[in-house]
């Protein structure tokens, strides 16, 4: 069995597994769990069968019986998003940051930059009456 994240990436082996005769089960058998090795990440499966069973050690012809294959899941992690910032103007006045990440502030250029107090989400609002002569910011990866 094995595991690619495109079908012409190379294939990531997950296993080989040796399926047992379903010969005497005519109608409905057990399900056979298959562990990989070790957990994979791609977005196909790619089972290549090597061998089959026989009917009787004379046959000159095989079966292989694949009922149904279920993999296990689990989401890829994303990549963090890069810290943005960017500033705009009401007409009311007011001054809204919209960022990605941590919203720091300080009062100075050169100052020490401090988590804006009420963590605040995506938004951060500075009325009118609060605005002060200076203020800079800028946001850091969570």
């Known amino acids: 069995m094995k595991v690619l994240n ?23 058998y057990a399900v056979d769990v298959l562990p990989f090795t070790t957990t994979l ?15 009787s050690p004379s046959d000159r012809f095989g079966y292989a019986i694949v009922g149904e294959v279920v993999m296990s899941a689990a989401p890829i992690d994303q990549p963090p998003t ?18 990605i990440g941590t919203l720091q502030s300080s009062p100075a ?10 963590n ?4 951060y609002t500075i009325p009118k009456g609060s ?3 200076q203020q800079y910011f800028r946001a850091r990866s969570n």
């Open 82 to 99: 890069s810290p943005e910032v960017s500033v705009t103007l009401n007409p009311n006045g007011d001054v809204i940051v919209t960022f």
């Open 120 to 123: 605040p989400q995506s938004t």
């Open 6 to 28: 495109e079908l012409n990436d190379p294939e990531q082996i997950a296993g080989s597994f040796t399926l047992i005769s379903r010969l005497s089960f005519p109608f409905s």
């Open 109 to 118: 250029i050169d100052g020490a930059l401090a988590d804006v107090p009420g």
């Open 41 to 55: 990440q791609g977005r196909y499966v790619r089972l290549a069968i090597d061998s089959v069973h026989t009917f």
């Open 131 to 133: 605005l002060s002569a």
